[in-house]
């Protein structure tokens, strides 16, 4: 059995927390730059150039990109054979987002669902466990800002409307959300498995560098597809017109139950911030 | 792209009336960040008729929750959050002298027809560039419900704050007009 104290999973937490938000990845930043060369709009251009300024600016002063820095999402992946000691796994992870975003001065954004108070230490988190073969532990951390958040969906389509009905889904959802959750936007979309794995399968594509494609050619047909309209609703940079909406889709999807067709989307902003480590 | 004009608040109805849709504003000078829960709160004390943490006059509200500020600066992240939470308490405000607004996102027509019936403007900030937007402010100060946090009302001293002019006092709406210009469908 290997053993993993709680408090190195704590610190880990800590650090992943404010590089998260405070370091945009070099996959974002590469498809932000391609975003300029392809928009056609002068005042789209210059958005999305002012959105590299702002990742520098982010990266160089270790303040965070965005001042939404995020529900703390985690996702872990630990191995049959490891345990941890000194504390359990759960309070490791949520003190180390409590130090994260207070050490790094990040915003407190949790609240009280009736009443608004601030919880005031950005918990609790939104842990997704996975156990795996083995003796390796994996965390990731994906701050998610309520933005974009805001603007996903998750819908049960009758299996008739097939792909056709999917990508209507997903097109009409990028329309509604016009400018809201700060285009240019990533399209995170999970089809199959159940209602709740379908939204799990969307927030989980948007772990996936911007840009690569599904492994499976056929899915990832349908990405490109569906990139290309999104891209000519014309909604553009923060909404105001022009030709990137969206820098990516990204699909994931699993088999799903014979009488449905669950379907979610994510839709992640710019800022598309997740670190992992391995311990 | 045109010059951008220089603004400084309170802005005078002449101010606002100058302004179209497109148009790049730097502003300066004193405005107020104010989000969610803030906002229920400022509506609630002008329904019970009772008075407010600042006067609204020819002021301008930044939809802001900013990140908080590290040592050696005035504020942390602070860019803007999307308008149309805002929506709801917006036209009570701007009945009550708000002549400008701050956010990111498309208004509904509540505010629309109070903006054009009570002369406000609603300005546009990128989404999304809390460090960048940071750069414009010199000094804050919370002014009410430090009990919220984030969302505490807060008097920000600014300095050529990039803004466009999303919303403007004649009808016009720049998220109507930018899609329909580069709409390929």
Excluded: W
């Amino acid at each position: 059995m290997r053993e993993i104290s709680a408090e190195t999973i704590t610190e880990a937490v800590k650090k992943l927390c404010i590089s998260a938000n405070t370091e945009l990845g070099e996959d974002v930043v590469k498809a932000l730059e391609k975003a300029v060369e392809m928009e056609r709009s002068t005042a789209g251009k210059d958005i999305l150039k002012r959105l590299l300024e702002n990742a520098k600016i982010a990266r160089e002063e270790k303040i965070p990109i965005c001042q939404d820095t995020g529900y703390a999402v985690v996702f872990v992946e630990i191995g049959q054979n490891v345990r941890v000691v000194g504390g359990s796994l759960k309070d490791a992870i949520t003190e180390g987002v409590r130090r994260g975003y207070s050490e790094g001065y990040l915003r407190k954004s949790i609240c009280h669902c009736f009443s608004r108070e601030n919880t005031g230490d950005n918990t609790p988190v939104v842990i997704h466990y996975d156990i795996v073969p083995g003796d390796r532990f994996k965390i990731t951390v994906a701050p998610k800002g309520g933005g974009s958040e805001n603007m996903s969906r998750v819908t049960m389509l009758t299996p008739a409307v097939g792909v056709k009905g999917i990508k209507e889904f997903v097109v009409q959802r990028v329309k509604e959300s016009g400018p809201n959750p700060c285009p240019p936007t990533i399209v995170g979309v999970g089809i199959g498995g159940t209602f709740e794995q379908a939204a799990l399968l969307a927030k989980k594509s948007l772990l996936r560098p911007v840009g690569d494609p599904n492994p499976d050619p056929e899915i990832a047909g349908i990405e490109k597809d569906l990139l290309d309209r999104i891209n000519r609703l014309g909604i553009g940079p923060q909404g105001l017109g022009g030709y990137v909406t969206s820098l990516a889709v990204h699909i994931e999807m699993m088999p799903c139950h014979i009488a449905s067709l669950p379907v979610a989307v994510n839709i992640q902003c710019h800022a598309a911030r997740h670190k992992e480590a391995e311990l | 792209m045109k010059e951008p004009k220089k603004l400084t608040t309170p802005l005078t109805d002449d101010d606002v009336i100058a302004l179209k849709i497109g148009d790049t504003v730097l502003l300066s000078g004193v405005i107020y960040s104010a989000r969610d829960a803030a906002h229920r709160r400022l509506v609630e004390l002008i329904k019970a008729d009772k008075p407010l943490p600042f006067e609204l006059q020819g002021q301008v509200i930044y939809y802001m929750g900013p990140s908080p500020a590290p040592p050696g600066r005035p504020i942390g992240a602070a860019g803007p959050t999307t308008s149309y939470r805002m929506d709801p308490y917006a036209p009570t405000l701007i009945a009550h002298g708000l002549k400008g607004m701050i956010g990111k996102g498309a208004r509904n027509d509540a505010v629309k027809e109070a903006m054009q019936k009570h002369r406000a403007v609603y300005f546009a900030a990128i989404g999304g560039a809390g460090a960048l937007m940071s750069k414009s402010i010199l000094s804050t100060e919370v002014i009410a419900y430090p009990e919220l946090g984030p969302e505490a009302i807060r008097r920000l001293e600014v300095k050529d704050m990039p803004l466009v002019v999303a919303n403007d006092v004649h009808g016009g709406d720049l998220y109507v007009e930018g899609v329909k210009q580069y709409s390929r469908i």
